[in-house]
């Protein structure tokens, strides 16, 4: 007889098979509105589900993530069901949850329309309305296929047979007429979904994501456990549009992409100078924290990367080049292997380490055009790298000196929401369990002190070590993989990095690969998305503008321009024959964060009007008021 042992630790024995509809009722009645699914033990089951043996069970609702992913599965299924209600003959094939929704991929010759995903939200509405009943059936293979073929679904018929004939087929019903190929759990009825959803757009997708297949029509759709978390999520998005990166890059003028380069980023001069700022922030900040910049060769021969085993296991992302004499070269995805040659000229002793070498290292990955998506995944990108070599005694303090690094780095730029995200030893691993018991305990120590919010990623580690991957959460709640901290203890010894220890010894060193950024151009993408494009004014590519509302102001304009000039203040002056109020938009929808205007009384007062961008208020102030308040903006955060 099963003994039930809840969340609380509670236990329940009974004397014969339970589900989870009754299992609930013993539980607490006010759980019966709210319960979607169940854990038993590490799986998730269907309220239907029989236990039949002593289990740990934990009943889970809307407000668990697992609770809310189910809500979406549910609505991908009664999206397919309203789909073929309204439109006989087209087949389904795969629809999956993802991030914040769902979508369905679906056969059909007539493509669907902004007015189709209307009337299949209007369906679904009534389905949903309907509160059809879920049953779930598990079905003999050659059944499942004959039975799909005969209903004229192929696509399903060949996702059976390509399912191991050892793994059970279960087909969920929704209702008396729909059913589908599932391998659940979903929830007792469709009026459980609630009606906060949308359908968000239509796009093409290949079968089994083969271009050599047939081309399918997906539907992407979002669902929410309440209208208000939707309703947010709605306003995320249309935030998400107006800060796209790729179309506030071409108001501002910073760079464009173009196909005879996919995935290469063509800068322009605005956009390199944002570049170059961070370069030039970030060398200041190392160079406070001791780092050495160096630089290495972007082609490498073969052998090096066969020796560092990035060729084994990143080959086919690499670019590589065959010259006359049949030698094969790469160009690096990669800073690391260059840094240990650099690290292994000369001998080193313990006392030059912890020795920390820093490059701004073009890489260039294969990524397949599809993923390409303007600065946030290229091929071509520079990595804000760095390599730490220390002992192992020097982990737990260099470790928090990165992070304190980072924290200090991503405040200064306006991201004070980070989490942390740690990964430790995975099943196959080099290097000896002491250790890594180690470098384990320092990334945790460092992490801890730092007081963020963590999640552990058991297992998750990379095969020479552990990491910490730093979160950072945008103006719109967003999240951002960027910043990298990895304990590597294999390359320093497949490279034959060595030191001399106190006691004459040869040692490998431990070595801490780290990014802040990760990757310049995907941070500044970032940056602008999280700005609105409306940048601090020390980091901005265009920092001020004077215009002038008539010819005669245009002597008075350009010599303030040449005082901002020479005090570095990045300005243009503007002399065009146009209305001042043209000028102002134009000059605002290009984030110019200072609109100085100079007229006729201006000129005789010797001021200037000013607009920040933002505001719809103006300033008459003095020139020098003027200039001492840019100079003060303009300083770079170096605390």
């Known amino acids: 007889m099963p003994q039930i042992q809840l969340l609380d630790g509670k236990k329940i024995p009974f004397t014969k098979s339970i589900n989870g509809f009754d299992l609930i009722k013993k539980i607490s009645k006010s759980l019966e509105k709210s319960a979607l699914i169940m854990q038993v033990d590490e799986e998730l089951k269907d309220l239907s589900y029989e236990i039949k043996k002593d289990s740990k069970v934990r009943i889970i609702t809307s407000k668990d993530k697992e609770g809310l992913d189910v809500i979406r599965h549910d609505a991908a299924h009664i999206m397919a069901m309203a789909v073929q209600e309204l439109f006989p003959g087209t087949q389904v094939t795969i629809g999956p949850v993802i991030d914040n929704g769902f979508f369905y991929d679906f056969a059909r010759k007539k493509p669907f329309t902004e007015e189709d995903l209307k009337k299949i939200e209007k369906k679904m509405s009534e389905i949903i309305d309907r509160d059809v009943k879920t049953r779930r059936e ?53 009026g459980k979904i609630g009606k906060a959803f949308k359908l968000t757009k239509v796009s093409g997708a290949y079968w089994r994501g083969n271009s050599d297949n047939e081309m399918l029509q997906r539907i992407y759709g979002t669902c929410w456990s309440s209208k208000k978390d939707l309703d947010d999520y709605l306003h995320r998005l249309d935030e998400a549009e107006k800060r796209d990166h790729r179309k506030l890059g071409k108001e501002m003028d910073l760079f464009h992409f173009r196909e005879e380069s996919p995935g290469s980023v063509f800068w322009h001069e605005k956009g390199w100078l944002l570049f170059l700022k961070l370069v030039e922030y970030m060398r200041s900040k190392q160079r406070l924290a001791g780092y050495k910049e160096i630089n290495t060769p972007e082609l490498l021969d073969k052998s090096l990367w066969e020796k560092s085993g990035h060729w084994e296991k990143f080959g086919e992302h690499m670019f590589t080049s065959e010259t006359p004499d049949e030698k094969t070269f790469a160009i690096k995805p990669m800073n690391c292997p260059g840094c240990v040659q650099v690290f292994n000229q000369g001998l080193k002793s313990y006392r030059d380490l912890p020795l920390k070498l820093s490059e701004f290292g073009k890489v260039h990955r294969y990524e397949p055009s599809g993923a390409l998506h303007g600065l946030l995944r290229v091929r071509a990108f520079t990595q804000d790298d760095a390599h730490i070599f220390c002992t192992e005694d020097q982990i737990t303090e260099e470790s928090l000196a990165v992070t304190n690094l980072i924290l200090e780095i991503y405040k200064d ?227």
Not at 156 to 174: G, T, V, W
Not at 565 to 571: A, L, P, S
């Open 138 to 190: 598990v079905w003999q293979r050659n059944k499942a296929i004959s039975h799909f073929k005969e209903i004229g679904e192929t696509y399903k018929a060949e996702i059976i047979e390509s399912i191991p004939k050892n793994e059970e087929l279960s087909i969920y019903h929704h209702g008396d007429t729909w059913h589908d190929l599932c391998r659940g759990p979903h929830l007792a009825s469709s």
């Open 413 to 639: 730029l306006g991201f004070k929401n980070i989490i942390l995200k740690y990964s430790d030893r995975p099943e196959k691993r080099v290097g000896n369990d002491s250790v890594w018991d180690k470098s384990e305990s320092a990334l945790l120590s460092a992490i801890k002190k730092s007081k963020l919010k963590y999640t552990i990623n058991k297992g998750e580690g990379a095969f020479y070590g552990p990491k910490i991957e730093f979160v950072l959460r945008d103006a719109i709640g967003r999240d951002w993989q960027c910043g990298t901290l990895q304990v590597d203890l294999n390359l320093p010894n497949r490279l034959g990095a060595t030191f001399i220890d106190k006691d004459g010894s040869k040692k490998i060193p431990v070595m801490l690969h780290r990014a802040l950024f990760g990757s310049l151009e995907r941070f500044i993408g970032i940056l602008i998305e999280n700005y609105a494009g409306k940048l601090p004014f020390w980091l901005s590519p265009a920092q001020a503008v004077v215009c002038t509302i008539a010819e005669e102001n245009n002597h008075y304009a350009k010599k303030l321009f040449e005082d901002l000039f020479k005090e570095g203040i990045k300005c243009e002056v503007d002399l065009r024959n146009e209305k001042i109020n043209y000028k102002i938009r134009e000059h605002s929808l290009a984030k110019i964060p200072i609109i100085i205007v100079c007229g006729k009384k201006e000129v005789v007062d010797k001021t200037v009007t000013i607009r920040r961008l933002g505001s719809e208020k103006q300033e008459t102030i003095s020139r020098d008021k003027l200039i001492k308040q840019m100079l003060q903006e303009n300083k770079m955060p170096l605390n």
